[in-house]
């Protein structure tokens, strides 16, 4: 993603969102703290499947799974998917969960530097990231993979996990294929 001003389409306003969904991307630009969210003025032009995403998403991001564990799961799709999009929002949202820096650089850093992030991640986490890295890459996860997720993870959970990595997967895709620039660029 370029994050260069304007994307493959341009950001919609009241004209083109709607009142309720120009109203929903003005109260999310003040939430991250930016000008505009360039994510629901672009989706949003598409009103009324914008409307159903909407609510789709909200539910996967605050479900079953712990919201610790849901944004571990998010912030390492969006670092295996590049995109900084996400991670720019995300980041912010994960420390509020417990996720410090130190605890994201460990969750970036994994598993190439295991031996140096080990200690800092639970089992439980360890056993996401490995089946986040598992889904998004592979579109599926082994037996092994798997046991080991259910291991912490209840039948209702299992399903929201798979949910959650290919909502944000389908999302980071998304948000490459329209160019969609950064709220808060650098």
């Known amino acids: 993603m370029s994050g260069a001003a304007g994307g493959r389409i341009p950001s919609g306003r009241f004209r083109e969102l709607g009142p ?4 929903l991307a003005k109260a999310a630009a003040r939430t991250v703290r930016a000008p505009e969210m ?8 598409h009103r009324l499947l914008f409307l159903a995403w909407s609510v789709y998403s909200g539910r996967v991001l605050r479900g079953r799974l712990p919201a610790i564990d849901t944004e ?3 912030l390492r799709v969006a670092h295996l998917r590049g995109c900084e999009y996400e991670l720019q929002h995300h ?3 994960a420390a ?10 460990a969750i970036f850093a994994w598993p190439e530097r295991q031996d140096r992030v080990e200690a800092r991640l639970t089992v439980r986490q360890q056993a996401l990231l490995a089946a986040t890295d598992e889904f998004v890459k592979d579109r599926t996860l082994t037996d092994a993979t798997w046991q080991a997720l259910a291991e912490h993870l209840d039948r209702r959970q299992l ?8 909502q944000y997967d389908g999302l980071a895709a998304t948000m490459a ?5 950064l709220d808060n660029p650098r």
Do not use: K, Y
């Open 20 to 23: 309720i969904n120009w109203v």
């Open 38 to 45: 360039h994510l629901f003025t672009t989706l949003g032009q």
């Open 72 to 74: 571990l799961v998010i």
């Open 91 to 93: 980041r912010r949202m």
């Open 96 to 105: 509020r969960q417990g996720l410090n820096a130190d605890l994201q650089a």
């Open 159 to 166: 399903i929201e996990f798979c949910l959650l990595a290919s």
């Open 177 to 181: 294929a329209l160019d969609i620039p």
